[in-house]
Nanobody, 127 residues
Framework: QIELVESGGGLVQAGGSLKLSCSAS????????VGWFRQAPGKEREFVAS????????DYAAYAHGRFTISRDNAESTMFLQMNSLKPEDTAVYYC????????????????????WGQGTQVTVSP
């Protein structure tokens, strides 16, 4: 069992930056892939970025490439999402998630493969 708590959301102007954090409890955090997803009002939850258990492999949605960076600190059971050059269309609730399968080489990009979810943190980007 892994419990996840996001923090770091807020209101920022277009072009600004935010760093989201996700703190995890549970002994298996360091052995599983984790990811960030987001959901805007009236839209389905979508993939943002993911990172495998070791941190060596990351994957990004096309819109996140070059602007967002995912990272993790297994010693602190924490993951991060650094978001730069934010746009109004990035406005959404951002969720961190962890999968159940250990030591997968590549981190999944599909929400259905993630078993544990945080409660979400709101990110609002003003024009």
């Amino acid at each position: 069992q892994i419990e996840l708590v996001e923090s770091g959301g807020g209101l920022v102007q277009a072009g600004g930056s935010l760093k989201l954090s996700c703190s995890a409890s549970g002994r298996t955090f360091g052995s599983v892939a984790v990811g960030w997803f987001r959901q805007a009002p009236g839209k389905e939850r979508e993939f943002v970025a993911s990172i495998n258990w070791s941190g060596r492999n990351q994957d990004y949605a096309a819109y996140a490439h070059g602007r967002f960076t995912i990272s993790r600190d297994n010693a602190e059971s924490t993951m991060f999402l650094q978001m730069n050059s934010l746009k109004p269309e990035d406005t959404a609730v951002y969720y961190c998630a962890a999968e159940r399968r250990a030591f997968r080489g590549m981190a999944p990009t599909t929400p259905a493969l993630y078993a544990y979810w945080g409660q979400g943190t709101q990110v609002t980007v003003s024009p």
